[in-house]
C-alpha cells in the first residue's frame, strides 16, 4: 500500500477544487482539476476544462499513485463549476 | 439561541464525524463520476504502456474490477470483458 493510499478522508479532501498534477506507476503524469477521491480504493478523479466546451475526466488508479503536488489554489468560480459537476444528470456543457 | 447552534463551525465537530462526513461527500461524488462515465467510451492505460479502449458498463463495491463492452484490444474486438483494477493506471473519457 502506498502513501496516497495511506491518506485519511480529510486530507484526501484537502485537495479538491485545487489544480494538481499527480504521478503514478511507469512515470505516468496527469494534470487537472481534482474533483474527489474515493475513500474506499484511493482512485483519484481529475477534470479538465476543454476549449470546445467539453470536459475530459481522468481516473487514476489509488494503487498506481507515486506523488500528488498542488499547482493552483483555485478560486471561488472554479469550486463553483466542479460543486455541480455529475450532481444534476447530464452534463450540458461549459462556457470556457 | 437555535440560531447561535446553526452558524456553530464545523471544526466544532468531533474528529470522527467530520472524517466521517469527508469520506460520505468523497465517495458520492467518485459514484457520481462512474455513473457519468456508463455507456461512454473511456480509454484506459494499463501497465506497460498498453492503451486499450472500450465501453464502460459497470464496477464492483470496492472498484476491484471494470466490466466493459467492445473492448478494443490488438488483437480483435472483445465483445464483453472484465478488466482488473489492479492492472489499470488510469482511465479517461470526454464529456
Given at each position: 500500500m502506498n502513501e496516497w493510499m495511506k491518506k485519511s478522508p480529510l486530507e484526501w479532501e484537502d485537495y479538491v477544487y485545487k489544480e494538481v498534477t499527480v504521478v503514478a506507476s511507469e512515470n505516468k503524469e496527469y494534470k487537472g482539476w481534482f474533483l474527489?477521491?474515493?475513500?474506499?480504493?484511493a482512485n483519484i478523479v481529475l477534470v479538465n476544462f476543454l476549449e470546445d466546451g467539453s470536459l475530459s475526466v481522468t481516473g487514476i488508479m489509488g494503487h498506481s499513485v507515486q506523488t500528488i503536488d498542488v499547482v493552483n489554489e483555485g478560486d471561488h468560480r472554479m469550486r463553483e463549476k466542479l460543486t455541480h459537476l455529475?450532481?444534476?444528470?447530464?452534463y450540458k456543457g461549459h462556457s470556457p | 439561541g437555535s440560531s447561535e447552534l446553526q452558524e456553530s463551525?464545523?471544526?466544532?465537530?468531533?474528529p470522527e464525524t467530520q472524517e466521517q462526513r469527508a469520506r460520505a461527500t468523497l465517495r458520492e461524488r467518485y459514484l457520481r463520476s462512474l455513473l457519468a462515465m456508463v455507456g461512454r467510451p473511456v480509454s484506459f492505460t494499463l501497465h506497460q504502456g498498453v492503451l486499450v479502449a472500450a465501453h464502460f458498463g459497470a464496477t464492483d463495491l470496492d472498484v476491484a474490477n471494470f466490466y466493459v463492452s467492445k473492448l478494443q484490444t490488438p488483437i480483435g474486438v472483445q465483445a464483453e470483458a472484465l478488466l482488473r483494477c489492479s492492472d489499470i493506471i488510469s482511465y479517461t473519457f470526454r464529456l
Open positions: 474527489t477521491a474515493d475513500p474506499v480504493s455529475f450532481m444534476s444528470g447530464d | 463551525p464545523m471544526s466544532e465537530d468531533s
